[in-house]
């Protein structure tokens, strides 16, 4: 039977709803078959570990508030001690907001110098203050890799919990692993060393430490519910430095990475077994 016979057979409003009926079921078919899900009718999430991405070698970035030279070199996968070099960056290697750091043969730069006017209140003078000397000194291209130095003595674990990521080397799921665990739980230091970031400013990592262990080799633990150390203390291993939690993922966890120059190895080739 065709609409036109329908549409004689049922009153105006009848009908309207009839088409919108139609309409609205068709709609939702087209819907259903354009979804994402694959063929197989399950859908998969990736949840191990934050991804890995190729170290940066072109370009550069501006630094922001709360950025360590430590926390760029780890989010683009850089050995600190060539990025400080390539941009001229010496000990205490502090770097300011606005600072240019570069990842090609050329130096990065500091913020242009800054003169301020102050006041004295006691004779009504006023004096000119340079807050920050500009620097534009180049530096040599570090055009071969820098010697490794042995790996920390007495690794021990970041958590006691469930082994729930295991890291791969494939660079394409997960730079360390993961442990499950309790929400609030110790999150300690794995060796001796120099806390160098303590934040959340990079991103899918959550409440963040990083500490340096030696020129070599720095360890990262992610996902804190909050940090107890703060960035130039020393740290012991086995010392509580913060409470695991979930910041930046889906679950409570410890995220775990150790980097040598740069580079994510496997921390269970360093940790003791259990």
Same mark, same amino acid.
């Given at each position: 039977?065709?609409?036109?016979?329908?549409?004689?057979?049922?009153?105006?409003?009848?009908?309207?709803?009839?088409?919108?009926?139609?309409?609205?079921?068709?709609?939702?078919?087209?819907?259903?078959?354009?979804?994402?899900?694959?063929?197989?009718?399950?859908?998969?999430?990736?949840?191990?570990?934050?991804?890995?991405?190729? #170290?940066?070698?072109? /370009? =550069?970035? !501006?630094?922001?508030?709360? &950025?360590?030279?430590?926390?760029? %070199?780890?989010?683009?996968?850089?050995?600190?001690?060539?990025?400080?070099?390539?941009?001229?960056?010496?000990?205490?290697?502090?770097?300011?907001?606005?600072?240019?750091?570069?990842?090609?043969?050329?130096?990065?730069?500091?913020?242009?110098?800054?003169?301020?006017?102050?006041?004295?209140?006691?004779?009504?003078?006023?004096?000119?203050?340079?807050?920050?000397?500009?620097?534009?000194?180049?530096?040599?291209?570090?055009?071969?890799?820098?010697?490794?130095?042995?790996?920390?003595?007495?690794?021990?674990?970041?958590?006691?919990?469930?082994?729930?990521?295991?890291?791969?080397?494939?660079?394409?799921?997960?730079?360390?692993?993961?442990? #499950?665990?309790?929400? /609030? =739980?110790? !999150?300690?230091?794995?060796? &001796?060393?120099?806390?160098?970031? %303590?934040?959340?400013?990079?991103?899918?990592?959550?409440?963040?430490?990083?500490?340096?262990?030696?020129?070599?080799?720095?360890?990262?633990?992610?996902?804190?519910?909050?940090?107890?150390?703060?960035?130039?203390?020393?740290?012991?291993?086995?010392?509580?430095?913060?409470?695991?939690?979930?910041?930046?993922?889906?679950?409570?966890?410890?995220?775990?990475?150790?980097?040598?120059?740069?580079?994510?190895?496997?921390?269970?080739?360093?940790?003791?077994?259990?």
């Amino acid at each position: 039977m065709s609409l036109t016979v329908i549409a004689q057979r049922m009153n105006t409003k009848s009908y309207q709803r009839l088409v919108v009926g139609l309409f609205l079921s068709a709609t939702l078919a087209l819907l259903a078959a354009c979804s994402s899900t694959p063929k197989n009718g399950v859908r998969v999430v990736d949840r191990n570990g934050v991804a890995q991405r190729p #170290a940066v070698t072109t /370009g =550069q970035y !501006v630094v922001r508030r709360g &950025d360590t030279l430590f926390s760029i %070199a780890f989010r683009y996968g850089w050995d600190w001690k060539a990025l400080a070099a390539r941009n001229n960056i010496g000990a205490p290697f502090t770097i300011v907001p606005g600072q240019t750091i570069r990842f090609d043969g050329r130096a990065g730069t500091r913020p242009a110098a800054v003169a301020t006017t102050v006041t004295s209140p006691s004779s009504g003078s006023k004096t000119t203050v340079i807050k920050r000397p500009a620097t534009t000194t180049k530096t040599p291209v570090v055009t071969a890799p820098l010697p490794a130095g042995p790996a920390p003595k007495g690794w021990g674990w970041p958590a006691n919990g469930i082994l729930i990521g295991k890291f791969s080397s494939n660079g394409s799921l997960n730079k360390g692993i993961d442990i #499950a665990g309790d929400l /609030g =739980q110790p !999150v300690l230091a794995a060796s &001796d060393g120099s806390v160098v970031y %303590a934040g959340s400013g990079l991103r899918g990592y959550g409440e963040l430490v990083i500490i340096k262990h030696s020129d070599t080799y720095v360890s990262a633990y992610g996902h804190n519910r909050r940090l107890l150390v703060r960035e130039g203390q020393q740290v012991k291993v086995g010392q509580t430095i913060a409470e695991m939690g979930s910041t930046g993922t889906d679950r409570v966890k410890l995220h775990f990475e150790i980097r040598r120059q740069g580079k994510p190895v496997d921390p269970l080739q360093f940790l003791p077994r259990r």
